[in-house]
């Protein structure tokens, strides 16, 4: 109501991006083992603001492209 179509994207692709890193880690364990995915998993809970902040918007980046995909239907 309050805000438009893209914005509710974006607002979507936002909350998404964390849920994207957290599959993405639980494939690190799933392909990599435990000591890939503890990497990983650390890197993440104690990384520095400027790396995290990289990767979100990578994440939210990726996020937007595969919801135009999507509703192209390719």
Known sequence: MYLSSK???RFHCILASPLLAIS??????FFGGQ????????????GSWKTL?????FLYCCCQVSVDV???GI
Do not use: D, E, P, V
Not at 24 to 29: L, P, V, W
Not at 36 to 41: D, E, K, R, V
């Open 7 to 9: 914005n509710i994207k």
């Open 24 to 29: 993405a880690i639980s494939n690190f364990y």
């Open 35 to 46: 000591s890939i995915g503890n990497i990983f998993t650390y890197n993440l809970l104690h």
């Open 53 to 57: 902040s990289i990767l979100f918007f």
């Open 70 to 72: 999507k509703n192209l």
